[in-house]
């Protein structure tokens, strides 16, 4: 036998992973990619050691 709140917790689960998704494409739309820039990374060790 099933309770109702198995199920209103799925949805809402649901609900929320959708909502968060949704949100998600219309920044990455509205704002475009990420601009990272390529030459920005953290030293290696052999620049370390020079």
Known sequence: MTDGF????KRLVARTILTCALLAVTVWTVLGPPHTRPGLHLPSRTAAIR
């Open 6 to 9: 198995g199920l209103m917790r």
